[in-house]
């Protein structure tokens, strides 16, 4: 990890090039947008199918001994395993494609998760295997979150530098709507097996079938990106504004208090973003009356809700910047988080408010919190310094909020789901306010 090597010439075919590739056009920030929100939407489909699948399905199928608590507990830890791998994967990755191109690496990262998503799909339960059920579950939870890491392919921060003036917002949210998108599909998918299939069929082999359909969108999807990102007018494009991976030893060196600082700025979204998702399904099947099915048909209405906030976010960053529409979007979550508690556990209407409101301000501030520092990257350090502050924000953010969130109100009430929220609100606080301290130190 010495340099940078080149390695275009590795990353496309030896065969003459298709005449589009061989051109000098120019390429759009609306195209850019098109191979971003195809890549987001397939990750956040197979995201959010493992992480429904471990509130409704893993505890029973794969901790059977286990209280339904402690067996949902369990299967959120598992869940968790993806993002403390995440950084890892990248790190990896950004190894592979200066040896041998971006192609490879996005056809490895994606073959990998793939694979994993499709082993979980077969993977037997606890009374066929035993405890190598599990360890071979959180293996292939490990490895799809080595796969997300590895298949960072620099096209947000492409979007991001090729954005025209004044509309920076509206094209950061692009890649956003990937979320929402992801989440009602899953959740329309689980719902209708729900309603359609006996409880111990849907235990049994039902709750498989959205992993078939995550691992068939996730080949679709990367043929669709490689088609993209391996044109000569993005290879070049790509080179041109030096979004190429650097080692990590001199990013860290150079520019890790800008990682830092941007994992923390969008700690309050990330926090959030599993505890209007995950946490509340896991909720209501413990210790609710709202019947399963009409819970997500909710939470699907909350994901529109969701995408349609990150689309006004666009909107709202361009009129007042992004920086102080996330701090914005930070306060109004501290004050959500006061009446959190309350109302999750105030019955039906409290639970269906909280998933709508919080999906609202969900779509709100997660809509520009990725990138919304990133800024601070020099262009060199750009890509690689970008893929690793999403990481960790995801990381820090967001891994561990349902465990978390579930033991603590589960053992010493919900008023701890409001603390952890308004712990993530106060930390995006503090590092915008640490960011704009910088920069004026810089100025």
Same mark, same amino acid.
């Given at each position: 990890?010495?340099?940078?090597?080149?390695?275009?010439?590795?990353?496309?075919?030896?065969?003459?090039?298709?005449?589009?590739?061989?051109?000098?056009?120019?390429?759009?920030?609306?195209?850019?947008?098109?191979?971003?929100?195809?890549?987001?939407? *397939?990750?956040?489909?197979?995201?959010?199918?493992?992480?429904?699948?471990?509130?409704?399905?893993?505890?029973?199928?794969?901790?059977?001994?286990?209280?339904?608590?402690?067996?949902?507990?369990?299967?959120?830890?598992?869940?968790?395993?993806?993002?403390?791998?995440?950084?890892?994967?990248?790190?990896?990755? #950004?190894?592979?494609?200066?040896?041998?191109?971006?192609?490879?690496?996005?056809?490895?990262?994606?073959?990998?998760?793939?694979?994993?998503?499709?082993?979980?799909?077969?993977?037997?339960?606890?009374?066929?295997?035993?405890?190598?059920?599990?360890?071979?579950?959180?293996?292939? !939870?490990?490895?799809?979150?080595?796969?997300?890491?590895? *298949?960072?392919?620099?096209?947000?921060?492409?979007?991001? #530098?090729?954005?025209?003036?004044?509309?920076?917002?509206?094209?950061? #949210?692009?890649?956003?709507?990937? /979320?929402?998108?992801?989440?009602?599909?899953?959740?329309?998918?689980?719902? @209708?097996?729900?309603?359609?299939?006996?409880?111990?069929?849907?235990?049994?082999?039902?709750?498989?079938?959205?992993?078939?359909?995550?691992?068939?969108?996730?080949?679709?999807?990367?043929?669709?990106?490689?088609?993209?990102?391996?044109?000569?007018? @993005?290879?070049?494009?790509?080179?041109?504004?030096?979004?190429?991976?650097?080692?990590?030893?001199?990013?860290?060196?150079?520019?890790?208090?800008?990682?830092?600082?941007?994992?923390?700025? /969008?700690?309050?979204?990330? /926090?959030?973003?599993?505890?209007?998702?995950?946490?509340?399904?896991?909720?209501?099947?413990?210790?609710?009356?709202?019947?399963?099915? *009409?819970?997500?048909?909710?939470?699907?209405?909350?994901?529109?809700?969701?995408?349609? /906030?990150?689309?006004?976010?666009?909107?709202?960053?361009?009129?007042?910047?992004?920086?102080?529409?996330?701090?914005?979007? =930070?306060? #109004?979550?501290?004050?959500?988080?006061?009446?959190?508690?309350?109302?999750?556990? *105030?019955?039906?209407?409290?639970?269906?408010?909280?998933?709508?409101?919080?999906?609202?301000?969900?779509?709100?501030? @997660?809509?520009? =919190?990725?990138?919304?520092?990133?800024?601070?990257?020099?262009? !060199? @350090?750009?890509?690689?310094?970008?893929?690793?502050?999403?990481?960790?924000?995801?990381?820090?953010?967001?891994?561990?909020?349902?465990?978390?969130?579930?033991?603590?109100?589960?053992?010493?009430?919900?008023?701890?789901?409001?603390?952890?929220?308004?712990?993530?609100?106060?930390?995006?606080?503090?590092?915008?306010?640490?960011?704009?301290?910088?920069?004026?130190?810089?100025?």
């Amino acid at each position: 990890m010495t340099g940078i090597h080149t390695t275009h010439s590795h990353a496309l075919p030896s065969a003459a090039p298709h005449p589009a590739e061989s051109g000098s056009h120019d390429v759009a920030p609306g195209d850019i947008a098109v191979g971003v929100v195809i890549g987001r939407a *397939s990750e956040y489909f197979d995201f959010f199918v493992y992480g429904i699948a471990s509130a409704l399905v893993f505890p029973t199928v794969f901790f059977p001994g286990e209280s339904a608590l402690n067996g949902t507990l369990y299967a959120f830890t598992i869940f968790a395993l993806a993002f403390v791998a995440r950084p890892f994967g990248t790190v990896l990755s #950004m190894m592979v494609q200066r040896r041998w191109g971006r192609s490879t690496k996005l056809t490895l990262a994606m073959f990998l998760l793939g694979t994993c998503t499709a082993g979980i799909a077969f993977l037997p339960g606890y009374e066929a295997l035993g405890p190598t059920a599990i360890f071979l579950l959180a293996l292939f !939870r490990i490895g799809q979150g080595m796969a997300l890491g590895g *298949s960072w392919d620099g096209l947000p921060s492409l979007l991001a #530098m090729n954005a025209p003036a004044g509309r920076r917002g509206w094209y950061a #949210m692009l890649g956003q709507l990937g /979320a929402p998108l992801g989440f009602v599909l899953a959740s329309a998918l689980f719902a @209708y097996l729900y309603v359609s299939l006996p409880l111990d069929e849907f235990l049994a082999w039902g709750w498989r079938y959205p992993f078939f359909v995550a691992f068939a969108i996730n080949v679709v999807a990367l043929f669709a990106r490689l088609r993209l990102v391996v044109t000569r007018e @993005y290879e070049h494009l790509l080179e041109k504004s030096e979004l190429e991976p650097v080692p990590i030893g001199e990013l860290v060196a150079n520019q890790g208090g800008n990682i830092i600082i941007g994992a923390f700025a /969008a700690l309050a979204s990330y /926090a959030l973003f599993h505890l209007v998702t995950v946490f509340p399904l896991s909720w209501i099947l413990l210790y609710a009356q709202q019947p399963i099915p *009409s819970f997500l048909g909710v939470q699907i209405v909350g994901g529109v809700l969701c995408a349609g /906030a990150i689309v006004a976010s666009g909107w709202l960053a361009d009129r007042y910047g992004r920086r102080n529409t996330l701090g914005a979007l =930070a306060l #109004m979550i501290a004050v959500f988080s006061g009446f959190a508690p309350t109302l999750i556990g *105030s019955g039906t209407v409290g639970q269906n408010i909280f998933i709508l409101v919080g999906f609202v301000l969900l779509g709100l501030s @997660y809509g520009q =919190a990725s990138g919304t520092v990133t800024s601070n990257f020099s262009s !060199r @350090y750009r890509y690689t310094g970008a893929a690793l502050t999403n990481d960790f924000a995801w990381l820090i953010g967001a891994a561990f909020a349902p465990v978390v969130a579930l033991g603590l109100s589960a053992h010493f009430g919900l008023a701890y789901l409001g603390v952890y929220l308004l712990s993530g609100a106060v930390c995006t606080l503090g590092a915008l306010l640490l960011n704009r301290k910088l920069e004026t130190e810089r100025d």
